[in-house]
């Protein structure tokens, strides 16, 4: 089993399905509950045109930082948590809140907060 951890995400189209926040997974945004979902490593540059890192899905490891990243966005009303599995993760250096990037991971159900 792998770690659990928390990630921020839309509600998707259908029921069980969920939204990517920005790059989606296989060329869709739009991902399917209970299924492992593999991230495209790459070298990549951050939003501000500045470091250079390898992608990964973004999680955050606790619910608290989630809740406290969600402040971070203009318009958090159209967003969630998740709890989900994580397997490969490492941490995000240079991102404005405690993420971690990681290399696969299965969504398990929304988080009531």
Same mark, same amino acid.
């Given at each position: 089993?792998?770690? /659990?951890?928390?990630?921020?995400? !839309?509600?998707? !189209?259908?029921?069980?399905? @969920?939204?990517?926040?920005?790059?989606?997974?296989?060329?869709s945004k739009q991902v399917?509950?209970?299924? @492992?979902?593999?991230?495209?490593? *790459?070298?990549?540059?951050?939003?501000?045109?500045?470091?250079?890192?390898?992608?990964? /899905?973004?999680?955050?490891?606790?619910?608290?930082?989630?809740?406290?990243?969600?402040? =971070?966005?203009? =318009?958090?009303?159209? *967003?969630? /948590?998740?709890?989900?599995? $994580?397997?490969?993760?490492?941490? !995000?250096?240079?991102?404005?809140?405690?993420?971690?990037? $990681?290399?696969?991971? !299965?969504?398990?159900?929304?988080?009531?907060?």
């Open positions: 089993m792998g770690t /659990i951890m928390y990630k921020i995400m !839309k509600h998707g !189209k259908q029921e069980g399905w @969920w939204a990517t926040l920005f790059h989606g997974i296989k060329g399917k509950a209970g299924e @492992w979902l593999y991230a495209s490593v *790459k070298s990549v540059r951050d939003g501000s045109g500045g470091k250079y890192y390898y992608s990964g /899905i973004h999680v955050l490891p606790s619910l608290e930082d989630a809740v406290e990243y969600m402040k =971070n966005f203009d =318009n958090p009303e159209d *967003k969630t /948590i998740v709890l989900v599995e $994580c397997r490969g993760y490492e941490k !995000k250096n240079h991102s404005r809140g405690n993420v971690y990037l $990681c290399n696969a991971i !299965k969504i398990i159900d929304e988080v009531e907060v």
